[in-house]
């Protein structure tokens, strides 16, 4: 009577244990794909400058929740997890300029300059671990 139970309770055991797996896995995912629709729509579609800076908005404040780091230069790095980076390709001065320079220099100014502009999403990048965006490369379009 005692190896059955004893059975039995290594049983549920082992079965509660794939269920919490399989429900974190679910979960993880299911947030992964919430995250993503917030930027993964950009990608490959005309958007406006004030879209842009929107995205920015967002990419930073995520950051600052998830409390990625930052480098000397002031940049977000990547954390592998949640992080997010966009870059900007500009026609003006065929530079690209990351999403810190432009909030940095004040989202409103950008918007003032380039708000009605269009610019492309041309590259999204993945976390491997999280299936989370963790990079995006917007180019100007026209001037």
């Given at each position: 009577?005692k190896k059955i139970a004893i059975g039995l309770i290594v049983v549920v055991a082992i079965v509660s244990t794939f269920i919490y797996f399989y429900y974190n896995?679910?979960?993880?995912?299911?947030?992964?794909?919430?995250?993503?629709?917030?930027?993964?729509?950009?990608?490959?579609?005309?958007?406006?400058?004030?879209?842009?800076?929107?995205?920015?908005?967002?990419?930073?404040?995520?950051?600052?929740?998830?409390?990625?780091?930052?480098?000397?230069?002031?940049?977000?790095?990547?954390?592998?997890?949640?992080?997010?980076?966009?870059?900007?390709?500009?026609?003006?001065?065929?530079?690209?300029?990351?999403?810190?320079?432009?909030?940095?220099?004040?989202?409103?100014?950008?918007?003032?300059?380039?708000?009605?502009?269009?610019?492309?999403?041309?590259?999204?990048?993945?976390?491997?671990?999280?299936?989370?965006?963790?990079?995006?490369?917007?180019?100007?379009?026209?001037?």
């Amino acid at each position: 009577m005692k190896k059955i139970a004893i059975g039995l309770i290594v049983v549920v055991a082992i079965v509660s244990t794939f269920i919490y797996f399989y429900y974190n896995y679910k979960k993880i995912n299911n947030e992964a794909k919430k995250s993503n629709i917030e930027y993964s729509e950009y990608q490959g579609k005309q958007i406006t400058g004030n879209e842009v800076a929107s995205l920015i908005n967002k990419a930073v404040s995520s950051n600052m929740k998830n409390n990625v780091e930052k480098d000397e230069k002031g940049n977000y790095k990547s954390n592998e997890t949640n992080s997010i980076n966009i870059d900007i390709e500009f026609l003006d001065d065929e530079k690209v300029h990351t999403m810190e320079e432009i909030f940095d220099n004040g989202t409103n100014t950008f918007v003032e300059y380039y708000g009605t502009i269009e610019f492309e999403c041309t590259k999204v990048e993945y976390h491997q671990k999280t299936s989370k965006i963790s990079y995006m490369l917007i180019k100007q379009k026209t001037i």
